[in-house]
Nanobody, 127 residues
């Protein structure tokens, strides 16, 4: 059984950095796309960044240039390095994995393309 467990969230000041990590346990029977999503209170869950099975990154425009995603296949982790954090980045951050279906990792990230989810880790950025 596959499990995704996030860590690294916390409360920071605007302009500071945080590194989130997602530990993956279990085994996927087929290639997957892995991603980070976030959800702020009252808002829809939105994709932040993804990495395909070769680790190629795809970072969404709202965070491009500030966030990077790193797939470490040896450690079975998916990290999200967040820099220059803004209050608008405050949200619950979720790690997700979706069975490979072609383009899901290379375009706008859809919640419906991901069937495995972690419990989330809270990020709060104060102004």
């Amino acid at each position: 059984q596959v499990q995704l467990v996030e860590s690294g969230g916390g409360s920071v000041q605007a302009g500071e950095s945080l590194r989130l990590s997602c530990a993956v346990s279990g085994h996927f029977d087929s290639p997957v796309c892995m991603a980070w999503f976030r959800q702020a209170p009252g808002k829809k869950r939105e994709g932040v960044a993804s990495a395909d099975s070769d680790g190629r990154p795809n970072v969404m425009n709202p965070v491009k240039g500030r966030f990077t995603i790193d797939l470490n296949k040896a450690k079975n982790t998916l990290d999200l390095q967040m820099s220059s954090l803004e209050p608008e980045d405050s949200a619950m951050y979720y790690c997700a994995a979706g069975v490979w279906s072609g383009g899901q990792c290379y375009r706008g990230l859809l919640v419906s393309d991901f069937g495995y989810w972690g419990q989330g880790t809270q990020v709060t950025v104060a102004s």
